[in-house]
C-alpha cells in the first residue's frame, strides 16, 4: 500500500489548479492508493468554502481521498470555526502554508490554530522552508504550543537541503519526537537517508505535493532511498495510516 501523504486539489489564487481527476489518474499512473489532500489558497479567500467542497470532492473519491482543512490564521475566531467544521466533517489534519497565506508559523497568530489542533486531536501539516516564514526553527517553535501534537515538515524541514538548512531540519527533528518531516522535494537522497538513520524511519513521510512537484518524481525518490524493506513500508504508508488515523 501506498499513501501520497499530501497534494493538493482545486484552482489556486495563484494561477493553477488540479481536480481529483487529475489526482486520481496521476495515483494510478504511479500505483498509488490513496492522496491526502488539501485545498489550494481559494481564489475568493474563503477557506471554510474551500474546505466543505474538499469534502464534497473526497466523499466522492470513493476511498482514494483523503481530506485535510486549511486555514488562514489571520481570520482568527472564523479560521478555528472553520478547522472545527471541517474535522466534523472529517478532515484528518490541519495544513498551514504561512508563505502564501503570509504570516511566520511561530508568530503569535498562529497559536491558537495550534491550541485548536490539539484540542482536536489532528495532526499538523506546515509548508517548511520558506525564508522568514516557515524556517524549520520557526516551526519547532510553533510546535511547543502543541507539544502532543505531532508536527509534519513538508519538504524535508528545508527547501534548499544544503549546508545549515540540514542542521536546522535536524535541530528541529531533535526537539521532540512528534516532530515529523515530508520527503516532497528533497533532492539530497543522503540527507533521507541520514533521516531514517538518526531519528528513525517512523518520523519520514512519504508526500508528493502536487502539482508543484511531479508525483512520479516523488514517489520515485523515495522508492529508490536505501533503506530496509520494512522501513520503506513505514514511509510509504505506515507512517501516514498512523498520523492520520486511516485504516
Given at each position: 500500500m501506498t499513501i501520497d501523504?499530501?497534494?493538493?486539489?482545486?484552482?489556486?489564487?495563484?494561477?493553477?489548479?488540479?481536480?481529483?481527476d487529475d489526482v486520481i489518474q496521476a495515483l494510478d499512473a504511479e500505483g498509488i492508493d490513496t492522496a491526502v489532500v488539501a485545498p489550494m489558497h481559494p481564489r475568493d479567500g474563503d477557506f471554510g468554502a474551500a474546505n466543505r467542497e474538499l469534502a464534497a470532492v473526497v466523499r466522492a473519491a470513493g476511498g482514494r481521498l483523503v481530506g485535510l482543512a486549511r486555514v488562514d490564521p489571520w481570520d482568527g475566531a472564523a479560521a478555528l470555526e472553520h478547522l472545527t467544521e471541517a474535522v466534523g466533517a472529517g478532515a484528518k489534519a490541519v495544513f498551514l502554508h504561512p508563505s502564501e497565506e503570509h504570516f511566520p508559523i511561530?508568530?503569535?497568530?498562529?497559536?491558537?490554530?495550534?491550541?485548536?489542533?490539539?484540542?482536536?486531536?489532528?495532526?499538523?501539516?506546515?509548508?517548511?522552508?520558506?525564508?522568514?516564514?516557515?524556517?524549520?526553527?520557526?516551526?519547532?517553535?510553533?510546535?511547543?504550543?502543541?507539544?502532543?501534537?505531532?508536527?509534519?515538515?513538508?519538504?524535508?524541514?528545508?527547501?534548499?537541503?544544503?549546508?545549515?538548512?540540514?542542521?536546522?531540519?535536524?535541530?528541529?527533528?531533535?526537539?521532540?519526537?512528534?516532530?515529523?518531516?515530508?520527503?516532497?522535494?528533497?533532492?539530497?537522497?543522503?540527507?533521507?537517508?541520514?533521516?531514517?538513520?538518526?531519528?528513525?524511519?517512523?518520523?519520514?513521510?512519504?508526500?508528493?505535493?502536487?502539482?508543484?512537484?511531479?508525483?512520479?518524481?516523488?514517489?520515485?525518490?523515495?522508492?529508490?532511498?536505501?533503506?530496509?524493506?520494512?522501513?520503506?513500508?513505514?514511509?510509504l504508508a505506515g507512517n501516514a495510516a498512523r498520523l492520520f488515523g486511516l485504516e
Open positions: 501523504g499530501l497534494s493538493f486539489v482545486g484552482a489556486s489564487r495563484f494561477g493553477y489548479q488540479r481536480m481529483a511561530n508568530h503569535a497568530v498562529a497559536r491558537p490554530i495550534a491550541e485548536r489542533a490539539a484540542e482536536l486531536g489532528i495532526p499538523v501539516l506546515v509548508a517548511t522552508g520558506h525564508h522568514c516564514m516557515s524556517e524549520a526553527a520557526q516551526v519547532a517553535r510553533f510546535a511547543q504550543w502543541c507539544p502532543d501534537t505531532p508536527v509534519i515538515m513538508t519538504n524535508g524541514g528545508q527547501l534548499n537541503i544544503s549546508g545549515m538548512g540540514q542542521f536546522d531540519a535536524q535541530l528541529a527533528l531533535d526537539t521532540s519526537p512528534r516532530m515529523h518531516i515530508l520527503s516532497s522535494g528533497v533532492y539530497r537522497e543522503d540527507f533521507l537517508e541520514r533521516m531514517v538513520e538518526k531519528f528513525g524511519a517512523e518520523r519520514l513521510l512519504f508526500g508528493s505535493f502536487a502539482p508543484l512537484y511531479d508525483v512520479r518524481y516523488e514517489h520515485q525518490r523515495v522508492l529508490k532511498v536505501h533503506v530496509t524493506d520494512e522501513q520503506r513500508r513505514l514511509v
